[in-house]
């Protein structure tokens, strides 16, 4: 059965980065769109960043222009760069897997796929 592990949080000062990484079984990424997604204490999980298969990108407003997804086939591996970290990107970071056929529009809009590793904390002190 295929996997998603995430790797990579932990605690940062504000201003600092952190690089999240979600691997899984050989060949299952590249046939997938790949996202990160984050959920804060009390809040809903939310959309952060999208690579579909050819590898377009899409951010949500608040880390536009901080944080960069990445994705390596031949390493099964999706990153994200996250850089100039804010305390309201504490949260747990989880990595999901989807294979619809969506634009990129249809993704920030849509429910996400069900498939998801099992997170990792990333916290932000001021």
Do not use: H
């Not at 990108?57 to 990153?79: C, E, L, Q, W």
């Not at 804010?86 to 897997?97: F, G, H, Q, R, S």
């Amino acid at each position: 059965q295929v996997q998603l592990m995430e790797s990579g949080g932990g605690l940062v000062q504000a201003g600092g980065s952190l690089r999240l990484s979600c691997t899984a079984s050989r060949g299952f990424l590249s046939t997938n769109n790949m996202a990160w997604y984050r959920q804060a204490s009390g809040k809903q999980r939310e959309l952060v960043a999208r690579i579909d298969r050819v590898g377009s990108t899409v951010y949500s407003d608040p880390v536009k222009g901080r944080f960069t997804i990445s994705r390596d086939n031949a390493k099964n591996t999706v990153a994200l760069q996250m850089n100039s970290l804010k305390p309201e990107d504490t949260a747990v970071y989880y990595c999901n897997a989807d294979p619809r056929r969506l634009t990129a529009a249809q993704a920030m809009a849509a429910p996400p796929f069900d498939f998801w590793g099992q997170g990792t904390q990333v916290t932000v002190s001021s």
